[in-house]
């Protein structure tokens, strides 16, 4: 056996690799809303926002210390006589003791950029800080601020240590105007702070108090919603899952179980509850057709069979058979072969037109005018008036022929075609087919358009041309009216009419 090859139609196809796993609808609920609880703190981290917004408030606190050191340090050096005095080694203990407080580090430099305090004490690294582009901003008359970059020390300090860790510091300064009297516009030095705001994880853990209650509430809010979403999703689906398996093993009474289900508070699961239960009753109505067609076949192919099976024993075992009762055998037998062509052809019809017509555009107008073309004695009157309606020409033809003939089959002399006048009526048109016959009699109208009912058998009918016409009037949308009395029988069709 040679291995099968791909298109060679041996075997299932296989399925389409998913990389998404397989799980239940209450699992995707309960993750999805899982994942929405965390995406605002993962938009927070991922997206910088907390950095910048650790960043603002550390700069908004170091302006505010440089506001009330400016005017600290301008009444400082200003003698009670309004004098400026020199600044006194005093200020660094009080630099100092800011530094241990707020973790801000300070200096305060004079109008030519030298420093003359800082909160170092006597370790300073430098004492001209002219070189710096925020002091001179500073002294220039305007706020200096710059964004820096430093270096993670080398032991990373835990997350609870009082010591920053971002990886960048920001420095503030802001000019220091004389206290002096008459010279209140005069920049006679600036105050420079710098600090290293809180890294995200480390204001996280900070928070974590606070942060985990209401992660702990959020997250229990969180499991209850994606369980009762479930329950109200999956309640429903479930109960569909049970009655397509029921119509799957043969049970077709399931509809009003699923129409209970279209009572779900989910719209997508309601429609799709109403459609399966409109697909079950439709199936059951398929099948209910079905075995009442079969029963109809076979009744009206056991006759002609019957005969056929008997003609065939009589010639064969009579061999010595008179040759005119042979010949009268074989012509019954030959007119039973011709009404079982008619019955296939006209179930072969009448399974056509059980297919839908794909809303093909067809004008009833021009299709009544044709009428006169195969039908020359038939008179048809306002073909203008009917308009157009979607659906198959052909099988629209079939209806008209059908119904012309049956009334030729059945009535002496006159046949006639009309639109219906009232072609606009609740968005409909329509025909009517009109004959001056005896009529047709209460007990008879009653199953005229059944399958296989005839009063015309003698002469070949079958009893399908009329359940044809309303099958395929049925399938347009549309319905068929008998009126019927003695010297006038007139059916009456309606279609909808096309939109324009």
């Known amino acids: 056996m040679s291995p099968s090859t791909p298109g060679s139609g041996s075997g299932p196809e296989p399925r389409e690799r998913n990389l998404l796993p397989e799980l239940s609808l209450r699992t995707w609920l309960l993750g999805s809303h899982l994942l929405v609880l965390l995406l605002p703190l993962l938009a927070l981290i ?30 400082m050096l200003a003698n009670p006589g309004g004098e400026q005095r020199p600044l006194q080694p005093r200020f660094d203990p009080l630099l100092i003791a800011i530094r241990d407080r707020t973790l801000a580090s300070v200096r305060i430099v004079d109008a030519n950029a030298q420093v003359l305090a800082s909160s170092s004490g006597d370790q300073l690294d430098e004492h001209d800080m002219s070189h710096d582009a925020v002091v001179n901003t500073a002294l220039s008359g305007q706020t200096g601020i710059a964004t820096r970059d430093r270096d993670r020390p080398r032991h990373g300090e835990p997350l609870s240590s009082p010591s920053r860790r971002a990886r960048v510091r920001l420095f503030i300064a802001k000019p220091i105007y004389s206290a002096q009297p008459g010279r209140e516009h005069e920049i006679i030095g600036a105050v420079l702070l710098s600090r290293t705001p809180r890294e995200e994880l480390q204001a996280l853990y900070h928070m974590s108090p606070r942060l985990v209650l209401g992660l702990l509430a959020a997250l229990l809010l969180t499991i209850v919603l994606a369980v009762f979403a ?59 057709y079905i075995n009442e067609f079969a029963g109809n076949v076979a009744h009206e192919f056991r006759t002609p069979i019957a005969t056929l099976r008997g003609t065939a024993e009589l010639i064969r075992d009579d061999e010595d058979m008179a040759t005119e009762q042979r010949r009268r055998f074989l012509d019954n037998a030959l007119e039973e072969l011709e ?74 002399d006159e046949v006639r075609v009309q639109a219906n006048a009232l072609a606009a009526r609740d968005g409909r048109t329509g025909f009517e087919i009109i004959d001056d016959g005896p009529g047709i009699s209460v007990a008879n109208q009653a199953q005229i358009f059944d399958r296989f009912f005839t009063t015309n058998r003698e002469h070949g009918g079958t009893g399908l041309g009329l359940a044809l016409v309303r099958r395929i009037v049925e399938t347009h949308g549309g319905t068929i009216e008998l009126e019927s009395a003695p010297g006038r029988t007139c059916m009456r069709v309606w279609l909808p009419l096309a939109d324009d």
């Open 46 to 75: 991922g997206t910088g926002a907390l950095a910048m917004d650790l960043r603002r408030q550390t700069r908004i606190d170091l302006e505010h210390q440089a506001d009330v050191l400016t005017v600290l340090v301008a009444q």
């Open 230 to 288: 479930g329950r109200l999703a999956t309640r429903s689906l479930e109960s569909l899952a049970d009655a397509a398996r029921r119509i799957t093993h043969g049970s077709g009474s399931e509809g009003a179980k699923l129409m209970r289900s279209a009572g779900s508070h989910v719209d997508e699961v309601r429609a799709l509850a109403t459609a399966t239960a409109a697909m079950a009753e439709q199936l059951q109505s398929r099948v209910e």
């Open 339 to 412: 009404r079982l062509e008619r019955l296939v052809d006209g179930l072969l019809a009448l399974a056509r037109a059980e297919q839908p017509h794909g809303g093909a555009r067809c004008s009833l107008s021009e299709l009544l005018a044709s009428v006169p073309g195969r039908w020359p004695e038939v008179s048809v009157t306002g073909a203008e008036q009917a308009g157009s309606v979607e659906g198959s020409a052909a099988q629209l033809a079939s209806v008209l022929d059908n119904l012309i003939d049956n009334a030729y089959a059945h009535v002496g």
